[in-house]
């Protein structure tokens, strides 16, 4: 029984915005306060002597029979489960409970419940959040997402970054990640953001980030770094990253073609005006300007074709490159012309670096004597700030082209030489088949009274008729069977190729229309133009015929050779259409019973 004292503090627990209970050890209730009408909806006459199991939510009820337990083994009971409302609805309460005895046994049960529902929603909104989270970093398919401590060792690590830095996550747990994948600038980066993270609680703003892969390779993210936090504090930080490696690839290839010459890897005409114009002041004076121009890249272009053209410049870029400091500017200007700018270096200096230029030049052209390589050099120096950059540049490029024009004739010649030993090479034209031909064309000029003039052009057109057969395709040369339609026109090119390399050359442009014109037929079906009968020149259709024949008579990748008695019939067969007929005549006349 309570006396007075205890029935005045029951009236006072009546106001209690908390549950202030008394049960037996079987959970029947025996008192409760008036906040049961509030909190579930019931008068406290209405669950006085019940159990208070008849209450509790069913899902709590394997908690409830625990805590039936817990009371008869210890004297101070803590435990949270849920009662129902009389509408049914669920309400979470914190019970702090402590257990009455008399003579040393478990009596019965008082205590205080807190309805915490709203403190546990809370808690379960945000593990859904958390639980989403997690989900979105484990499934992001692109995005690469890490959790960090305050000393930058990881705790979250999603497959994305699995796959970008090479490493699983229990590899990288609670290590540091700046010294496994960063290099010191970038490590200490992440580090201030880091910082700035935990201390401000404010989110670093996008970046891009150089990173080391486990495997070496370096890669580019773009990230971005921001709090978590807890209880009002930043429990860890997230960054997140996109590999941007290929976007940096193209945006680093794009800088380097603004600056640089895609075919030789120097610079190009643009940063050659802008250096110029940034070294125009009296710190870099003297400033010597060198001006380089490949001599006869329109005549490779035109017979060999642009792809062997392409290799003269990489070669002469290598070349003229080759002595020179990684401080000199060296730049291709122009199809076939390159500038050196050579800051700080006077007149001699210059000089002294043109002839290793020259030097460079000759070892290439000892290694590659098929396709030699000819420049034309001129070099100039600045002084004096009154004398510009610009004007600079101008005399060195005129004192090239004084030298291109001393020269022109002879590296002409020189390249045809060179064209002519490449063909010789390629046996296209071996020297027995050669001679023959000479030997029978004079024969026959000599036979029909051709004046000592044409009979040396034959001389000559019997060694070089067919050297435009150096810009033809090898596998269309020495194709074996026959030559389909297409590659037909392509050998059919060789007297135009043939007759631009003759008019390149004092020695032989005296043969060129007649190298253009050797493959015309009397009867106007041959090649190129089409020409008949004695719009041929004369010296031409002599070779059209000798070259038949020798042809014929030698064995080819399509087929075997032809005995002479064969090969005469078919000159004889050809006459009238293919042959001057005259000439057809006189040849079997003279050769016909060899």
């Known amino acids: 029984m309570l006396g007075i004292s205890g029935s005045h503090l029951l009236e006072l627990f009546d106001d209690v915005q908390d549950l202030i209970f008394i049960h037996d050890m079987e959970g029947r209730i025996s008192y409760i306060n008036n906040y049961i009408l509030k909190l579930l909806g019931y008068y406290p006459q209405e669950v006085l002597g019940k159990e208070l199991k008849s209450f509790v939510s069913p899902g709590f009820l394997d908690h409830y029979l625990r805590y039936l337990d817990n009371i008869y083994r210890e004297k101070y009971v803590q435990d949270v489960f849920g009662l129902l409302t009389k509408n049914g609805q669920e309400r979470i309460l914190e019970f702090n409970n402590t257990v009455l005895y008399r003579g040393g046994k478990p009596q019965e049960v008082r205590g205080v419940a807190r309805d915490i529902t709203a403190r546990k929603w809370k808690e379960k909104a945000v593990t859904d959040a958390l639980g989403r989270f997690e989900s979105i ?23 994305v970054s699995e796959k970008l830095y090479g490493m699983e996550l229990k590899e990288v747990l609670e290590k540091p990640f700046h010294e496994l994948f960063l290099e010191k600038k970038e490590a200490e980066r992440f580090l201030a953001d880091l910082k700035k993270v935990f201390e401000e609680g404010l989110p670093v703003e996008t970046r891009e980030f150089a990173i080391i892969t486990a495997g070496g390779e370096k890669k580019w993210v773009y990230s971005s770094m921001f709090p978590v936090f807890e209880d009002g504090r930043c429990l860890e930080a997230i960054r997140m990253e996109m590999d941007i490696t290929e976007r940096k690839k193209v945006e680093e290839r794009l800088e380097y073609l603004s600056t640089h010459d895609p075919l030789t890897g120097l610079y190009n005409r643009g940063y050659f005006e802008e250096a110029i114009h940034r070294l125009d002041t009296p710190y870099s004076r003297p400033v010597s300007i060198i001006v380089c121009d490949v001599d006869d890249l329109k005549l490779v272009n035109d017979t060999m074709g642009h792809d062997k053209g392409d290799d003269l410049l990489k070669a002469a870029a290598a070349a003229i490159r080759l002595p020179f400091r990684t401080s000199d500017i060296v730049a291709r200007i122009g199809g076939d012309e390159f500038a050196i700018v ?12 043109f002839r290793r230029i ?15 390589l000819n420049i034309s050099m001129g070099v100039s120096t600045s002084t004096k700030p009154e004398y510009t950059l610009m004007d600079t540049f101008k005399e060195a490029d005129s004192s090239m082209y004084h030298d291109k024009l001393r020269k022109t004739n002879s590296t002409k010649n020189a390249m045809v030489r060179s064209l002519l030993s490449t063909i010789r090479n390629k046996s296209l034209l071996a020297d027995d088949y050669t001679d023959q031909v000479k030997e029978m064309a004079v ?16 001389s000559i057109l019997a060694l070089v008729h067919d050297i435009g057969k150096v810009g033809i395709p090898d596998n269309i040369l020495y194709k074996q069977g026959r030559l389909l339609p297409e590659e037909r ?19 032989l442009a005296s043969v060129a ?28 259709r002599i070779i059209s015929i000798v070259n038949a024949y020798n042809a014929m008579i030698s064995k080819r990748p399509y087929r075997e050779a032809l005995t002479h008695g064969e ?16 000439l057809a005549e006189k040849f079997i006349k003279l050769f016909g019973n060899r």
């Open 137 to 159: 970093i484990e499934h992001t398919p692109m995005v690469a997402v890490q959790g960090f401590d305050i000393n930058g060792c990881i705790y979250h690590w999603n497959p």
């Open 342 to 353: 050579l800051p700080n270096t006077p007149r001699d200096a210059a000089e002294r670096a």
């Open 358 to 372: 020259e030097e460079s030049i000759c070892q290439y052209n000892r290694s590659n004597p098929q396709l030699p």
């Open 443 to 458: 024969a026959l000029g000599k036979e029909i009274g051709l004046s000592q003039k044409e009979l040396i052009s034959i």
């Open 489 to 507: 026109k392509i050998i059919e090119k060789h007297p135009e190729i043939g007759h631009r390399i003759a008019l390149a050359s004092a020695e």
């Open 513 to 540: 229309d007649y190298i253009l014109s050797h493959h015309e037929w009397w009867n106007g079906e041959g090649y190129p133009f089409g020409l008949k009968q004695t719009e041929i020149p004369v010296v031409s």
């Open 567 to 582: 090969a005469i019939a078919e000159i004889k067969k050809g006459a009238g259409t293919q042959f001057d007929p005259e």
